[in-house]
């Protein structure tokens, strides 16, 4: 079992069995998660929907140490996107302030657990307090060489292809014959990080939402029923376990088959 599993994960419990299946060999670099259902799951409590948000970064906390114990090098996490501002405007309020609190408590821990904070999607736009804290945080681990928890906020996957486009173009003049895959992907805002090998999405939809447009081209995709809020490290492995259960062929024949 991976080292830094032990003394944390129950002797005998259905975790530790999950975890022993693993192949240390075949983790996945990035895992990045569409954390889904907070709503529901409050709902189903007769509970404000900003309890199931409450909730839901409780299950941040738990996948992130999760994570960085299982030796991921990136988690990417869509916590907010251009649709979500679609919302009542006090959810949206509300939803700002728990990510900054979150910023606020877990600094120590990413600090002490030597974890880098990273965003992606459009800042700009966000309310300046959690802006600040971002900057704040990202600032604070930016040294950090452990894992990096990549927080999509404002994020757009067709969005961020468009800048990326843009961006390249205000370069200067780029010649039709030099535009190509790897130069493209400089330009997106996860320019510099692998692309996800698992991407996890919660509550039973099976959509992408624009998520990672570009980037999950060869992602193994797992979903699960369960709600955001009550997810936890078991179905963490359990995706993984999943995972490492997959071909990945990348569009070839592995291992090659026939002939012409
Ligand atoms: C989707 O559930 C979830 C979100 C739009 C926000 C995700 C936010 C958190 C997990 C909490 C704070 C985040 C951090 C990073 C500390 P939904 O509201 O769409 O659920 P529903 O589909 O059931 O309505």
């Known amino acids: 079992m991976l080292e830094k599993l032990k003394g944390y994960l129950k002797p005998g419990s259905p975790e530790e ?5 693993l192949d240390p060999k075949r983790m996945p670099r990035h895992v990045a998660i569409i954390m889904d259902g907070n709503g529901r799951w409050a709902g189903k409590r007769n509970l404000p929907r900003i309890e199931g948000h409450r909730a839901g970064s409780k299950s941040v906390r738990e996948v992130v140490e999760a994570c960085a114990r299982l030796g991921i090098e990136v988690l990417t996490l869509f916590a907010f996107s251009r649709e979500n501002w679609k919302r009542p405007k006090r959810e949206v309020a509300r939803l700002w302030k728990l990510l900054e609190e979150y910023l606020k ?3 120590k821990v990413l600090m002490e657990n030597n974890l880098r904070l990273k965003t992606i999607g459009r800042l ?18 930016s040294s950090n060489s452990g894992m990096q928890i990549v927080m999509a906020l404002n994020y757009g996957g067709r969005m961020e292809i468009v800048d990326a ?10 010649r039709p014959e030099d535009l190509d895959e790897d130069g493209f992907s ?7 990080l692998p692309d996800p090998d698992l991407l996890i999405r919660t509550s039973g939809e099976s959509r992408i939402s ?4 570009w980037q ?3 992602s193994e995709i797992w979903i699960t029923k369960v709600f955001w809020p009550e997810f936890r490290k078991a179905h963490l492995l359990e995706a993984l376990v999943e995972f490492q259960k997959r071909e990945r062929r990348f569009g070839a024949l592995c291992p090659p088959r026939g002939r012409g």
């Open 186 to 192: 400089r330009f997106l805002d996860t320019a510099g």
């Open 210 to 213: 624009n998520f990672l447009l």
């Open 124 to 141: 700009e736009d966000i309310p300046e307090s959690t802006r600040r804290q971002l900057e704040r945080v990202m600032a604070l681990t």
């Open 165 to 174: 486009a843009r961006r390249w173009a205000l370069q200067g003049s780029v």
């Open 17 to 21: 069995k999950l975890a022993a299946q």
């Open 216 to 218: 999950i081209a060869y």
């Open 105 to 107: 408590k877990e600094d």
